[in-house]
Each structure stands twice: as C-alpha cells, then as structure tokens.
C-alpha cells in the first residue's frame, strides 16, 4: 500500500471517527430537546389542571365535573388517538383508582406503583411506556387542593412525531455522512496527491542523480520553506558535501599515483641498472637511493593511511598528556636533524609552561614533529627554529617560528591541503610527501582545537596551533 494511499484511509478513518461523534452527540441532543419540549408540556398542562381546580373554588373531583369543566377531549375515534398530537390526561385517587380519563388511551395508561407512590408523596415523576406498540411520555404530577396532596395527575403525550423527526434525522445523518465519507476520501487522496508531488519530484530527482552519478546536479528547491523544503536543502547539502568527497578522493588518488609514479620509476631504472655489470660504488648508489624511495613511499602509504583513519575518528585515543614533556623531548630530537649537508640551524625552546591536555600523545608528538621538521626543512643554515609553550586560560598555545624562506600570501589559504606544495620541485628534493601539513591539522581538529599560519617571504613563517586545556 502506497504512502498516499495510506495517508488518504487515514485521513477518512480520522474524517469518519469525528463526524461519528458529532452526528452521535447532535442525535442525542435533538432527542433530549425533543423529550423536553414534551416533558415541559405535560407539566404545564397539570399546572392548567391544578389551577382550574383552584379557580372553581371547591374541591370537587367527581368524573363528571372533572369532564365538563377540564379536561378537552381527544379525537373520538381511539385508532387516531397516539397518531395526533395531543395530550391525554388521567385523574387518579391516593389509592390508585382513575377518577376521569380525557381519552380512551388515557384510560390504558399503565400505572408504575414506584412513580405513583413518588407522585403521593408529592413528587412529579417522568415515565416512558408502551401503548399499543407506541411509546407515550408519562409524567406523575401531584394535585395538591387545599395544601394537601388530594389525587395524582397522570398525563401522556405520544412520542409518534418524536420518533418520526428522530428517524428522518438518523437517515438524514446516515446519508450526510455517507457522502461525507466519501468526499473526505476524495479530498484525502487529493490533498494527499498535492501534497506528496514535491516528495515524488524530489524523488525522482535524486534516483536519477544515483543512477546516473551525476553528483553536481541538485534537487530543485520549493519556493515555500516547508518540511519538502527543508527536506530539499537538506539533500543538496548533502550533495554538496558528497561532491566535496568524491572531489577530494579524485584528487587524492591522482595525487597520490603522481606522488608514488617517481619513486616507482627511479626504482625501476635502479632495478634495471643492477641487472647490469656496474662497478660497486655505481650498485652501492643505485642501491642507497632505491632505499631511500622505499622509505619516501613508507612514509607516503603511512600518512596517507593515518589521514584515512583520522577522516573516521578511529585514529585519536584519548588520555591525560603533559605537553610540556613532548615538547621537551622534541627539542631535543630537533637537533639530530637541524644539522644538514649545508650547514647548521639552531633550535631554542623560547617557553614550555606545564599544561596537560586531553589526547593522543602519538598523534600529539607527530603534530609538533611534523611541524618542527617542516620549519627546519625550509630554513637555510644559520637560521633559528623556535619552540615555545604557553598557557592562555583554558587554552594552550604551541608556536613553531623560523626564520626560513616563508609562504607566499596566495599560497596560505591552501597549505594544509593535501599533496599542496609551495614549490613542487623544491619540496619533494627536501624530501617532504606534502601531507604533514595536513596531518597536523587533522591532528589538531581532531582534539578541538586549531591551527593557524602567518608568513611573510624571506623572512619567515610561524605555526600557531591551540588546543583545549584539562580543566
């Protein structure tokens, strides 16, 4: 069963319970206004009664005075008595014996023991009761004369009409909602249709994308910023931000293959060469380099793979870490490698305030090791690589400066890309995968905080990176 379906039987079913109930509640308050226009008639036809006894002045109660003076007789003929209207009146003695009847159908009228007896007791009692197959309201009314209770008055009234106007109101109510049943069921199914078009279109729109990867296409956006609006943004973000992976995976695998195409070529042209009859040092050569893009490709298939873990946040344990021991150790690692063919940087812990955080001290010790090794690949000997630690608040503040070449402005926004090189010949001869930068931001994002740059050519750059404090 489709969802319009559904949405339309709903929508009857719901339509059907509450007109049930209101055509119910309309049904019962006809009939208890029709019963009280009958009730209200019988009581002011015994109040006529009673004062008509009072205005004559004596207490009087034989049949024949009872007929003349008061009572105005119904049709003679008794098989049209309960068929027109009119009121039927008895008088009865305290011990139940009819004194005068205003009709023949009045002189059938049973006699309830507990409604008389409430009547003697001066009580007026409502009754129903049958009649030759028709239902007649009966009230019991005590007639006081005198400030006594002197006989009861039983009055009766058909319910014949009542009953008529109730019947043509429960066919009237039966067939009304019938068709509104029926017309709720058609304004279901429409509304529903109308409703559901934008989904239907949306729909579509997005099986068609799936089936055809035609990820830059997007869902048409409704004019109206309803639910099927919302629900559209919400597919064209995600859209965006498929188009965004699919684009970044391109990238990365074209990135990636041009990356490992050199060193699989300077293998194979080693490779090639030790299949030749070579002196030892030209076999040592061949073999020392190969090496060396072994190790370059290790590293590459390693980053790469930390930045795939990283990317699902398995990659990030996390545990108490005293900064300032990382940093310390550091430091002092630094100066294995600040000392190249070319000559000599320095490296100065300018500050290592005591600071714990929240973390992963392997990935923490790579962030700065990444960090610090970029800053002494791009200072030329006799620069100064500085390293400092501080507390700001709740936040620590890790700065790495050097007086190396420095950034170009145009090329800050996009260091921390992947595979980005500033100068692309320079990097991969200093030995870099162009993926430290960006590992250092995964790292640092990875454990709330940020890393940031400034830079200004020939004179330097400095990486600030900020992390949240144990409280």
Excluded at 143 to 168: D, F, I, K, N, Y
């Amino acid at each position: 069963m489709s969802l319009r379906l559904r949405l339309a039987l709903g929508y009857a079913i719901l339509f059907l319970i509450v007109l049930a109930m209101l055509e119910v509640a309309l049904y019962v308050i006809l009939r208890g206004a029709l019963e009280d226009e009958i009730d209200k008639a019988l009581r002011d036809r015994a109040m006529q009664v009673e004062r008509a006894l009072l205005i004559s002045g004596n207490d009087d109660l034989s049949s024949a005075r009872l007929t003349s003076d008061i009572f105005v007789l119904s049709p003679t003929s008794p098989s049209d008595e309960l068929t027109s209207p009119g009121i039927h009146l008895r008088v009865l003695t305290l011990d139940g014996q009819t004194i005068a009847a205003s009709s023949n159908t009045a002189a059938r009228f049973p006699n309830d023991s507990a409604a008389f007896e409430r009547a003697v007791q001066g009580r007026s009692v409502t009754d129903t009761t049958e009649i030759g197959g028709t239902t007649v309201r009966v009230l019991y009314r005590p007639l006081r004369l005198g400030g006594q209770v002197q006989a009861v008055v039983q009055l009766g009234e058909s319910m014949r009409t009542t009953e008529r106007t109730l019947a043509e109101m429960r066919s009237l109510l039966l067939v009304g909602g019938a068709v509104a049943v029926v017309s709720g069921l058609a304004g279901g199914w429409w509304l529903t249709r109308q409703s559901l078009r934008p989904v239907q279109r949306l729909t579509e729109t997005v099986a068609g994308i799936a089936q055809t990867g035609e990820f830059n296409r997007r869902v048409p956006e409704p004019d109206v910023h309803d639910e099927i609006g919302r629900l559209a943004l919400t597919f064209n973000d995600l859209l965006d931000r498929l188009q965004l992976l699919l684009d970044r995976q391109r990238a990365l695998v074209a990135d990636t293959s041009h990356e490992l195409r050199n060193p699989l070529m300077v293998l194979r042209g080693n490779l090639e060469l030790l299949g030749h009859d070579l002196p030892a040092s030209d076999r040592t050569e061949a073999t020392t380099e190969s090496l060396e893009e072994v190790d370059r490709m290790t590293r590459l298939v390693g980053d790469l793979l930390f930045l795939a873990d990283a990317d699902s946040d398995s990659a990030i344990q996390h545990a108490d870490v005293a900064l300032e021991a990382l940093v310390a150790a550091i430091a002092e690692d630094a100066v294995l490698i600040a000392t190249r063919d070319d000559g000599m940087r320095e490296i100065v812990l300018e500050a290592n305030d005591p600071i714990v955080v929240h973390g992963d001290p392997a990935r923490l010790r790579q962030l700065i090791w990444n960090l610090v090794e970029n800053a002494v690949r791009y200072t030329p000997a006799g620069g100064t690589v500085t390293l400092a630690l501080r507390l700001h608040g709740p936040v620590a503040e890790l700065t790495v400066s050097d007086t190396g070449i420095g950034i170009p402005p145009e090329h800050l926004p996009h260091i921390f890309e992947r595979f980005y090189r500033v100068d692309t010949s320079r990097s991969r001869a200093l030995g870099g995968t162009g993926l430290g930068l960006s590992i250092v931001r995964q790292i640092a994002e990875a454990h709330g905080g940020q890393v940031r740059v400034r830079s200004t050519v020939g004179e330097g750059s400095t990486f600030t990176v900020a992390l949240p404090v144990v409280g």
